[in-house]
């Protein structure tokens, strides 16, 4: 019944931008704090950035600056504004829900592929 779906992920010239979306479903959003991740093939997956239900953000060193995460609570949204893009920013990007009341479940959805070009 959860489902996470990502769009906005494509072809992409290196210092350009891109907005990735992840509808969540309503029975989960408003008690998860959503991420998103990223993984290239051949290598682990990592955390790009997390927002908590109010608003609390994180990022990895390696997108400081270049990201900017943030939700939309009455759609069950969360963005992935990225800018500056690399070739080494080549990834499947996937959205994650931890939906934590008195236990805790992480959700994933599928992925988008962000293809960063020279």
């Known amino acids: 019944q959860v489902q996470l779906v990502e769009s906005g992920g494509g072809l992409v010239q290196a210092g350009g931008s891109l907005r990735l979306s992840c509808a969540a479903s309503?029975?989960?959003?408003?008690?998860?704090?959503m991420g998103w991740y990223r993984q290239a093939p051949g290598k682990e997956r990592e955390l790009v950035a997390t927002?908590?239900?109010?608003?609390?953000?994180k990022y990895a060193d390696f997108v400081k600056g270049r990201v900017t995460i943030s939700r939309d609570n009455a759609e069950n949204t969360v963005y992935l504004q990225m800018s500056s893009l690399k070739p080494e920013d080549t990834a499947v990007y996937l959205c994650?829900?931890?939906?934590?009341?008195?236990?805790?479940?992480?959700?994933w959805g599928q992925g988008t592929q962000v293809t960063v070009s020279s």
């Open positions: 927002i908590t239900g109010g608003g609390f953000t």
């Open positions: 994650s829900a931890r939906y934590s009341t008195y236990y805790s479940t992480t959700y």
């Open positions: 309503a029975s989960i959003f408003s008690s998860s704090t």
